[in-house]
């Protein structure tokens, strides 16, 4: 195996950790990551958090010093696209005409945002919120006293609108469903982040359907279909992203809703694994397939699909698990909550800024939304990954330590 | 520049030199000490970068704040010298710190 070429494709959070595990696994060959952002992989959940905010600077953001793969050998070739996979010789081309042969070929093309095609959406002052090149020019139309619109209330969308929030900008987010978080939280959670947004002086609109975008090539304002006019100095639009297959697709790879993975990151084709939001693969503990956007899956597949290439085949078992944090709140979320038909909280998400939302269908613990909680969080996560359910009554029972409340 | 001496779970040391307020995590990280994740890079959110902190050195250590006691109590094989290494900065006072690594961090 060992002395094979591998070239891992994409340069982020699944590259750097797949690289790293390479080499930790005795990998002997030469190893190459090609990505098309210009700096050596980086930490992207800061971008919406401390590095908007202005508490980090970009040396800070590096997932490992440049040093790192100078002495492990890795081969970092930035600022380079990769447009085309050639499974039959082996090879990929990149955007300037040169190509790279590989042995072993790893994608980790991530996920790219999906974009609103709305009326004045190609004005100065739009932006969408991904790679660290779209925060630096963020950041150039931010300051005390602007006014900025955030389309979506998502996560990103929430944290950008927290972070501008402490730059004393005037923020207002629009959410077209009725409520933020709709697609990932329980009523009660959204209700506390929508409470708590409101303390902090942002204008949440819910139930909004945004018609325009105004000005004169700067954007100026947003027109909703209501009739009502949000004025801006500068619009975020984070409405998700989607995989980013193309290449995979050019490899004649199987894709569906991302490039379709088993259980040891293998692709349709013997030579190619992939990891991180790109891919679909099928979660044990949820017994279903899934394509995730976190931190924790880029890592942990990207674990397996190296342990795959050195010919140590481990399943792909972990559990899910994410974080935000806006404001004061630092929000841990263990396991995964779709499919719930339940709700218990432990604290209040009526008042207060600590309570933990946990999930369940039928009698299966499925997840929790813990706020201020990590001793909840850390909990969940172990007894999810241990396969143990919990008594919800003990659970909403705050005279109950929560240790005891879990249950084989 | 501070040293740093990292023991695997399995015996196997490594000696790193860090800057003056570098943290123990970042110390591992940079320096491809395996046996430390960090998948939250830093932002005490994720556990993954649990260490002990030898007991000559607690005292200079000084103690975890709230939050990530909180989160120590769950960790794999809880001991009390148990640490998360991103919130643990290595000044000129722990040249020399001795820190072991737990066997998984999950
Ligand atoms: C603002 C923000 C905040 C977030 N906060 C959190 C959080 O708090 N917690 C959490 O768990 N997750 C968070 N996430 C999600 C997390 O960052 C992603 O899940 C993670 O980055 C996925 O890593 P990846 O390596 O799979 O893909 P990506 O990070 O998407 O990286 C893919 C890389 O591949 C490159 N690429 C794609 N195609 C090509 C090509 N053809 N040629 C060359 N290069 C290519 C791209 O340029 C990109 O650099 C956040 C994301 C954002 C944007
Ligand atoms: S790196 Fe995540 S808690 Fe320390």
């Known amino acids: 195996m060992s002395n094979e070429h591998a070239v891992i494709v994409g340069a982020s959070h699944a590259s750097a950790q797949l690289a790293a595990t390479l080499r930790q696994s005795g990998w002997e060959g030469n190893i190459s990551l ?41 081969d970092l070739v930035l600022g380079t696209r990769v447009t085309a996979v050639d499974p039959r010789n082996k090879t990929i081309t990149l955007h300037d005409g040169g190509s790279i042969p590989y042995g072993k070929l790893a994608l980790t093309t991530g996920a790219r945002v999906r974009k609103l095609d709305l009326p004045g959406h190609d004005q100065e002052g739009v932006f969408y919120l991904r790679d660290l090149n779209d925060v630096d020019r963020i950041r150039g139309f931010i300051g005390p006293g602007k006014s900025a619109v955030i389309i979506g209330g998502g996560y990103i969308g929430l944290e950008t609108a927290a972070s501008m929030r402490k730059l004393g900008m005037e923020v207002t987010v629009l959410e ?63 409405v998700g992203v989607l995989p980013d297959t193309d290449l995979a697709e050019t490899a004649g790879l199987e894709v569906d809703n991302g490039i379709v993975v088993d259980e040891f990151a293998r692709t349709s084709d013997p030579d190619i694994v992939a990891a991180g939001d790109c891919t679909n693969h099928y979660n044990p503990i949820y017994e279903r397939r ?21 010919g140590k085949l481990e399943n792909y078992h972990a559990l899910p698990w994410f974080w935000s944090d806006q404001y004061d709140l630092k929000l841990q979320i263990a396991g995964l909550s779709q499919g719930f038909d339940r709700v218990v909280v432990r604290g209040s998400a009526d008042s207060g800024r600590s309570f933990a939302a946990f999930y369940f269908c039928g009698d299966r613990l499925l997840a929790v939304d813990a706020v201020n909680r990590p001793k909840e969080f850390m909990a969940v996560r172990r007894a999810l990954t241990q396969g143990q359910s919990a008594d919800p009554v003990k659970l909403a029972d705050e005279s109950v330590d929560i240790q005891q409340a879990f249950t084989q | ?36 994740l960090a998948d939250c890079g830093g932002a005490c959110s994720c556990a993954t970068c649990h260490c002990y902190v030898d007991e000559a050195w607690q005292e200079k250590t000084g103690e975890a704040d709230e939050v990530e006691q909180q989160m120590l109590e769950f960790v794999m094989d809880y001991q009390p010298n148990s640490r998360l290494s991103c919130q643990v900065k290595v000044g000129d006072e722990l040249d020399g710190l001795v820190v072991r690594l737990p066997k998984s961090q999950i």
Do not use: W
């Open chain 1, 34 to 74: 090609v990505g098309e952002e210009a700096i050596p992989p980086y930490h992207r959940p800061p971008l919406s958090k401390g590095y908007l905010a202005g508490e980090k600077h970009s040396d800070e953001l590096l997932i490992r010093p440049a040093t790192f793969y100078e002495k492990t050998g890795i």
């Open chain 1, 176 to 238: 077209a469903l009725p409520r933020v978080l709709q697609r990932v939280t329980a009523p009660e959670v959204s209700a506390f982040y929508s409470r708590v947004h409101g303390e902090e002086g942002v204008n949440i609109i819910t139930d909004a359907a945004v018609q325009a975008l105004e000005g004169d090539g700067t954007v100026k304002g947003v027109q909703l279909a209501d009739g009502n006019r949000v004025a801006a100095d500068l619009v975020v639009i984070g």
């Open chain 1, 290 to 310: 899934l394509r995730l956007e976190s931190v924790q899956n880029a890592t942990d597949q990207a674990k397996t699909a190296a342990n795959t290439l050195c």
């Open chain 2, 1 to 36: 520049m501070p040293l740093i001496r990292f023991i695997q779970h399995d015996g196997a040391e490594q000696e790193v030199h860090v800057a003056p307020g570098t943290s123990v995590m970042h110390a591992a990280i940079d320096n491809g000490v395996s046996g430390i």
